[in-house]
């Protein structure tokens, strides 16, 4: 399923729901770790947040706002960090978002959040909303509150007025700008994930100059009666009899396979006044009774009648082509079944770094205990990945450096040896061979990842090749544009298909948008020069200067995706966790 929707072209993507591996977006035992790290081993859930609005200002000339809500924790000393943001809603000033945020909350500190809504200019939808610089949207207004009183209101309900950034911090109110509602609910993992193939048959047009163009939401009842949704399909043009792609649902995402869901068939619309086409309410179970007796439900829609409210019972009908369940194991199945994340790490030695001697160097090493951006992440990322590698042993490698008496290498072993003997001893081992390394080579260029990738690669084929129960973590730190891009996918594609993932940190102020072609979170696969499309992404990018405002979010912003491409490829492979023996 997609992440996001939104208007132009994707508002008719996919939302909601699961990915083919439901521990894609939950919770993250490796950050989980760094805040254990960090002193925090309290009592904690994880809290999905569900976002609506009401009477938000409108702030386009020809249509309604955009919105989209994004949602910030505030640190002890102020600072903001970004847990997430929705989707964007196409020409609505009562959205509904259905991507869900997740914040952990830990029952001994007190955890302020801070809810943004933005009109999100229409050059600059695209279908993955992290991408958008939120400095070039319109302000709607925000709000704030503690995640206590959300999570300790008997319906879990908190609904606030929104203030401008000025209101919010003088506690006054002018202007009516809306307002936002927020619904909590603690995440329950369930292993069982059930794939639905659905379609419908004599669809109502709606359209004048051409058929319906239909699309599914489906939504679950909460408590207090209300809706909430969880998915929703793409949009099919032109269709009466649609067959939509298949979508996947946690068990524990409705709560139980009894549980009853609301069935929405709706006719698209740019304006975002989508006609209802019918629904119906059926639970798992009765979906999964609906797919094996292969007949069809009738869909219905409200009707009124004078003063009289009444049930129209429809021609058109929802059919469930295909409806599997199957388990899929957790991050956490991998490692309690002794799977190792082997960490590896590449530093970028071009000229373009600045003379290591001289303060103002991306390089330079303060004595007084402050680390460089290249210190930091090796840090922070390492920090985290060392507890999952048995030996500690890392490789280690620099590029676009002169060794001493030799030509420019992009990729040498940062211990100084030759050869493949390029490990060192834990994270401080790393830290003092690349101070090491800073004395003994020559900054030079150009940019080039392909090298180190195909090393880290060869390291991967090896450890697949013997079948050891390793998973490969590269990260690569550089200050700079690559300059064998081609090159690159090439590598990145070949190595789609091995245990390994890579971590690109973007230090300095260059201009890294080629990084985030590496970085196919938009949709759109890696293509080799020869034509072969990458098995799974393998890429997480992250632009230093835009996550060091707060001291984990650099470590959370890598580490978001690592869970999902490591699933993926025990997936896509067959690769099943090991049972540990007991320990004696």
């Known amino acids: 399923m997609g992440n996001c929707f939104s208007g132009g072209g994707h508002g008719k993507f996919a939302v909601g729901g699961t990915s083919s591996g439901p521990d894609a977006h939950g919770r993250n035992e490796a950050v989980d770790n760094f805040f254990k790290s960090r002193g925090s081993n309290g009592l904690f859930y994880q809290i999905e947040l569900s976002l609506s609005a009401s009477n938000l200002r409108d702030r386009d000339v020809l249509s309604k706002s955009d919105p989209i809500a994004v949602v910030y924790i505030k640190g002890e000393n102020g600072s ?7 989707e964007v809603v ?15 909350y830990c029952f001994e500190t007190v955890q302020t959040l801070l809810f943004r809504v933005y009109d999100v200019d229409t050059e600059s939808h695209g279908p993955e909303v992290k991408t958008l610089k939120l400095d070039d949207q319109q302000y709607l207004g925000e709000c704030t509150c503690q995640l206590s009183q959300i999570v300790t209101d ?34 329950l993992v369930s292993k069982t994930t059930a794939e639905l193939i659905f379609r419908c048959s004599d669809l109502e047009n709606k359209d004048f100059f051409s058929k319906s163009d239909p699309f599914l939401v489906i939504s679950k009842y909460v408590m207090s009666g209300a809706t909430i949704p969880i998915c929703r399909t793409e949009v099919l043009k032109n269709n009466l009899k649609p067959e939509w792609k298949p979508i996947f649902i946690n068990i524990s995402q409705v709560g139980s396979k009894d549980s009853p869901l609301l069935i929405e068939c709706f006719n698209f619309n740019s ?30 829609i409200p009707i009124t009648i004078g003063k009289d409210h009444q ?36 530093i970028d030695f071009t000229a373009s770094n600045g003379n290591p001697r001289l303060p103002d160097s991306l390089h330079y090493i303060d004595y007084s205990g402050r680390p460089n951006a290249y210190q930091k992440a090796i840090q922070e990322v390492g920090s985290v990945l060392q507890f999952y590698d048995h030996d500690k042993q890392f490789p280690a490698w620099g590029f676009g450096a002169r060794p001493i008496d030799g030509p420019v290498s992009h990729c040498f072993n940062l211990n100084g040896s030759y050869g493949n003997n390029a490990t060192v001893a834990g994270i401080q081992g790393i830290m003092t061979a690349y101070e090491q390394a800073l004395s003994n080579v020559s900054l030079a260029g150009p940019t080039l990842f392909g090298h180190v990738i195909t090393s880290a ?21 550089t200050d700079g544009v690559i300059t064998d891009l081609q090159e690159t996918m ?41 034509g072969r499309v990458a098995s799974r992404d393998i890429v997480q990018f992250v632009p230093f200067r835009e996550v060091q405002g707060g001291e984990m979010s650099v470590v959370q912003s890598l580490l978001a995706e690592l869970p999902s491409q490591f699933l993926t490829y025990m997936r896509n492979n067959g690769i099943q966790p090991k049972t540990k023996p007991p320990t004696p």
């Not at 903001?80 to 929705?86: A, P």
């Not at 129960?469 to 690569?476: M, Q």
Request: glycine share 6%; proline share 2%; net charge negative.
């Open 80 to 86: 903001l960090q970004e847990l997430g943001r929705t």
């Open 90 to 104: 196409l020409n609505s000033l009562n959205p509904k978002w259905i991507t869900k945020i997740k914040v952990t």
């Open 154 to 187: 008997p319906k879990r309900f908190w609904t606030s007025d929104l203030l401008s950034i000025a209101e919010s911090s003088e506690a006054t109110r002018h202007e009516k700008l809306g307002q936002l509602t927020v619904y909590a609910e603690v995440e």
């Open 271 to 300: 304006n975002g006044k989508h006609d209802l086409l019918g629904k119906t309410q059926k639970s798992l179970a009765e979906l999964e009774k609906l797919s094996s007796s292969q007949q069809g439900d009738n869909l219905s």
């Open 311 to 346: 049930i129209k019972v429809l021609k058109s009908q929802l059919f469930v082509e295909k409806y599997s369940e199957s388990v899929h194991h957790t991050f956490l199945d991998y490692l309690t079944g002794g799977c190792e994340l082997n960490f590896m790490v590449a």
């Open 457 to 477: 690669a060869r390291i991967a084929s090896e450890s697949m090749a013997a079948n050891e129960h390793k998973y490969f973590v590269l990260l690569i730190i």
């Open 490 to 530: 090439d590598a990145l594609v070949k190595a789609s298909d091995l245990p390994l993932s890579i971590l690109i940190v973007g230090v300095g102020g260059a201009d890294f948008k080629e990084m985030e072609i590496l970085d196919a979170d938009k949709g759109e696969k890696l293509q080799s020069s020869t």
